[in-house]
Structure formats: structure tokens, C-alpha cells
């Protein structure tokens, strides 16, 4: 369940579309937690093992200070995933079996607005300190979470961050109609005055070498995400008018922050193709519309998923999904591999596709593809937008320098001093999971300042 603003207004700004709702207006459903013996919605549902039942429970009795307690126990962040989380714990959830999850998510959302507004969330300055010093590299998700909790637990913190502001793909990936960015910065605010020292506008590995970092702090934690994006090896590759999601989409936050003047890349009257159908694409879809492009197309090397999953639960759902996004505008192909793209005088103006037969196995998931011949066909295209994932972390001096290598799969562990966390240790994922991760090498990086010789 979900409470959205209507389409018409929504699509006229970039504020969040979705509404903060008292829980006496869910229906019966969405509020009804039995309260399982064996809770699966934090037991394999929530990565962060999140007290849901518990929670709930203080929720609906108006407990919010042992509510906020309880869920802040388990995460450091509630805000944000309250609002981006595709809440694994709803699938997870018992009355899922019959289609009707409790909505956990909302009920999340109002504990923290309640927080905020009663003043629970405050600062947190040790009461000792432990001489120990740690470096965090990257200020998304992951690495505010080793930041929180290395700080509670006595460390002097300082996070370097290459972009202007912190927040990571939360503040220049996800668009503000999803989070609004201040959101971030009110969290940044308590950070800050927890102590815990935030350096913008620095590129670790540029402007401070791996050398530095290892030499000024017993401790650093890598938390730079997964950056480098899916690509599309196909001819015209080259023409202009073909971009990653990410500089589309991250051209479109920074204008709304006031951080630049002008869009780099913009879809305004343009006929635009999103490649890819996860939510990055679905991302492009709803910045196009506020964009005002002429007509918005996405496309899928994937067949359409069926309407109702063959998976049984708790597995999640393989199923056909409409985003808020999606509902604001746009169509939908599938099936469709990019075998080229044409243009004139060097700038995009259609892509050639071809037409994909799947075979299914016995999960009923889509398997392998075979091209059905002589099914090419043209979509006209003057703005390309490639949003088919991200490969990891590049192997970089910057990487080395730490005695790090990179996996097959592009991603990085520890070599103590340094570790890792969040994208860039698991592969592209989601925020709950690099913080959940993030949460777990904490300690890690905590055992080990506590092993060092005074
Ligand atoms: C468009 C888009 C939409 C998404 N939507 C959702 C969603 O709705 N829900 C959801 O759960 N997940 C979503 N995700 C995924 C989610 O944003 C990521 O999984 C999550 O942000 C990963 O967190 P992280 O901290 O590991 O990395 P990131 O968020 O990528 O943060 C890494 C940080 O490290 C910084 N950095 C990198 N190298 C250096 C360096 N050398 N020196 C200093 N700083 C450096 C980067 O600038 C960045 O700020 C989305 C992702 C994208 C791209």
C-alpha cells in the first residue's frame, strides 16, 4: 500500500510523490502484524533485522520513543530507507501469502517522522574516547553508516567525500521525487555535531593518497560504491546523444539542489529511449516526464515478467511491476536486443533492435534467448539513455595502494588498515543492503582498532 499525490500534480515538480499517512488511515490489512512466533519480515526479509512486530506494536499504541528505540537499535538510517526501500520485509511478511502485506515501510516512515518531530534523534558524543582515528572514504549510505557507528563507539571519524555534498547515489542518483535531499542533510546535521568530521570536495586518491590516509589514521574504510556502468558494445555507440543514466540523472539533482545552473544533458521535447527496465530506468522515465520529452520509451533485452509470480513465498516475486514512475508516463517493450545504433551528422537518431525468443527453466525465470530472424526493427531515439546496471570498482593505483585487489565481479575486500563496505564490497545493490553491510564491518574495523598496541 501506498499513498501517492495524483499524477497531474506530481509531475509538475520534483518534491516527493509520496505522502506521510497516520497509521489509523492504513486499511485493516496494512496494519494488521500477527505477530509471528518465527517473523520472517526481519528474520530473512530485512537485511538490518529490523524489530518489525515489536515496532509495530509501539507504533499503533502510540509508543513512539520505544518504537524510534527499537528500530534506530538495528538501523542508523530509518529515514532513508522509510522512503527508497523496495521493503524486502513486506514480501517476507506471512500475510504475503495471501497478497495483503502488512505496510511496514509507512509504518517506518511515521515512527521517524514522529522521531524527529518529538526530538529523539539527537547528536551522540562519546562519553570516551578512544584515541583511535579512522578515515572513511565515500559518504553514501554504507559509508555514513561506518561513520555513525565507529563514532558511538569512541573513534574519531573523518569522511572524505569527492562530491560536493554527502549522501552518495542517494543524493545524485536517486531523484528528489523519491528523496528529498534534505532528508540527508538533516542527518548530515547530526552527524556533524556527533563529531564526526566530514570532508567534501576531496577525492581519496587524488588529493590524498592511499600513503597519507594509512600513515594519519590507525584505520580506513572504503565505501565508494559500484561506478562503472553497464555499456553497450554496438556500432554508433559513439554518436552524440547517448549518456548513462547516471550523468542524466545526476545533471538533474544538481540543478535542483542549486549545485549547477544549467542541465548537461536534457530530454526536453526529445524522443527519448530508456535501455533498461530496473528502477534507474525507472528513474530516467519520471525525469524525462518533468522534462517534458516528447515521447519516453523503455526497452528490455528481458521478456515482460508475468502477472503473477511463479515464485512461492517467501521467495521474492518474479512479477510485472508498474513504479510511481512508470504510472506518470511512457511505454514499455520487451524482448528487445540493441544491435545498433544510426544516426546523422553524429548524433543519435534511431536504434536498430531485434527481437528475442526465451526459453524458461524449471523456476519458471527467463533462462537463454535466441534471436528470432528477420525480426529487426527501427525506434526512433534522439536521447539514449543506458541504464543497465554497474560492473564495480576499477582496479586503480588507488585501489593497489591499499594492497587491494579487485574481483572477477569487481569488488574489493579488506587488507586491515583498510576495508570495505557497501557496493563496492557486495556488487550493486540496494541502501538497506550497503548499510546492512556497512553495520557488519563496523565492528570489524572496531575489533581491529581495539586489537592495536597503544
Ligand atoms: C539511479 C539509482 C536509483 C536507485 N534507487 C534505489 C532505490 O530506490 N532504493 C534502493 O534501496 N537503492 C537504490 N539504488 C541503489 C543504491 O543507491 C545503492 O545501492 C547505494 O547507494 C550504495 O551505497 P554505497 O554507500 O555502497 O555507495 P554509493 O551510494 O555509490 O556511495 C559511494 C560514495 O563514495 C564516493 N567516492 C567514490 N570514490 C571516492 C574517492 N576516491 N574519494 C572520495 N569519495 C569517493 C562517491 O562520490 C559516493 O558519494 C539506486 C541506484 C541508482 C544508481
Known sequence: MSFYRSVAERVNDYEEVELSIPIEEFSPYAQYCRSCG?????????????????????????RWDRAWALLSSTSCFPEFTSKICPALCENACSNNVSNYPVSIRLIEKMVVDK???????????PAKRSGRTVAVIGAG?????????????????????????P???????????KLDKKTIDRRIEVMSASEINFVCSEEAGVDVSPAFLMRNYDA????????????????????????????????????VAGEVDALEISAEGKDVVVIGSGDTGSDCVGTSVRQRAKSILQIDIMPAPPAQTPTVWPDWPYKY????????GGSRLWGKLTKAFEGENGVIKRIKTIDLEWSYGANGKPASFKEIPNSESYINADLVL?????????????????????????????????FSAGDCRTGQSLVVRAMADAHNVSGKVHEYLISLKK
Open 38 to 62: 518465527i517473523p520472517f519480515c526481519y528474520g530473512i526479509g530485512c537485511p538490518l533485522g529490523n524489530l518489525i512486530p515489536d515496532i509495530i506494536a509501539f507504533a499503533k499504541a502510540g
Open 115 to 125: 522521531a524527529f518531530e518529538l526530538g529523539y534523534v539527537k547528536p551522540f558524543i
Open 141 to 165: 549510505p554504507a559509508g555514513l553508516t561506518i561513520a555513525e557507528k565507529l563514532n558511538r563507539y569512541g573513534h574519531l571519524v573523518t569522511v572524505f567525500e569527492k562530491s560536493a555534498y
Open 167 to 177: 549522501g552518495g547515489l542517494m543524493r545524485y542518483g536517486i531523484p528528489n521525487f
Open 220 to 255: 580506513v574504510a572504503l565505501a565508494i560504491g559500484a561506478p562503472i556502468p553497464r555499456d553497450i558494445k554496438a556500432p554508433g555507440r559513439e554518436l552524440s546523444g547517448i549518456h548513462y543514466a547516471l550523468d542524466f540523472l545526476s545533471s538533474q539533482n544538481r540543478v
Open 321 to 328: 511491476t508498474t513504479s510511481s514512475s512508470q504510472e506518470e
Open 386 to 418: 543506458l541504464a543497465m546496471g554497474f560492473l564495480g570498482v576499477a582496479k586503480t593505483p588507488f585501489i593497489e595502494g591499499f594492497g587491494l585487489s579487485v574481483s572477477e565481479r569487481g569488488m574489493i575486500g579488506d587488507n586491515p588498515p583498510a
